[in-house]
């Protein structure tokens, strides 16, 4: 669904029918549109297998749209989204857009990865990521901030999609060997995914920093 404004309505369906609305720029970089990856992580927050997001407070890093954690306050979180500057003026229209779902709350924040967290502390119940891993420049600063942010209680959700092309498997590779050292990585199997939205390509990790 389009509007005038040069973007595009993407809607998700919750399980009790209610409809999230999120504006995505027609065009522009990778956190302008909705991922596939969001949406899957989006859903799997409220599958019965996923985690208990009422009353949590919850991090959302490279928030883009917002979608994933406005899902989370839709479901009684309380979620700070966060992304680049650029970005900030599309995830709050998106809150405001679904403001009435909304049973936590959501506000939007400026986090630069790598960059002081002070801001964001103490740690959050869940810190969530959907497909995050992309450009190889990013991933250390990427994971010093979930070294900064993470307490060994904070539950990390990072979906992500398999992609086999180009610099992307080294990319994810190069991305899990930062990661080895400080934090333990599970995988949510696919039978645990949203009975719909789910699919072989598109992983969802449960990840726990060390003692």
């Known amino acids: 669904m389009a ?30 549109v909705v991922w596939d990856a969001a949406i899957v992580l989006a859903k799997y927050l409220e599958s019965p297998e996923g985690p208990r997001m009422k009353e949590a407070s919850v991090l959302e890093l490279g928030s883009g749209t917002g979608i994933v954690g406005i899902m989370a306050g ?19 229209m998106n809150i405001d857009r679904n403001a009435d779902l909304i049973t936590g709350s959501c506000q939007a924040k400026v986090l630069k990865w790598g960059e ?9 119940n869940y810190i969530l990521m959907a497909d995050c891993i992309y450009y190889e420049e990013s991933l250390r600063p990427l994971v010093k901030t979930l070294k900064d942010l993470a307490s060994p209680e904070t539950c990390i959700l990072c979906c992500y999609e398999q992609r086999t092309t180009g610099k992307n498997p080294e990319i994810e590779r190069l991305f ?9 990585i599970e995988k949510v199997p696919l039978d645990k995914h949203d009975t719909e939205y789910r699919s072989e390509d598109i992983h969802i990790l449960q990840v726990y920093k060390k003692n």
């Open 116 to 124: 002081d967290v002070t801001e964001f502390m103490p740690p959050s």
């Open 3 to 32: 509007d005038n404004g040069g973007m595009f309505i993407r809607e998700l369906e919750r399980g009790d029918g209610k409809v999230l609305k999120i504006r995505q720029l027609c065009s522009g970089d990778v956190g302008c």
């Open 176 to 184: 899990f060997e930062l990661m080895k050292d400080n934090f333990e």
């Open 74 to 92: 839709s479901l009684g979180a309380n979620v700070i989204l966060t992304d680049l500057e650029e970005l900030q003026d599309l995830m709050k």
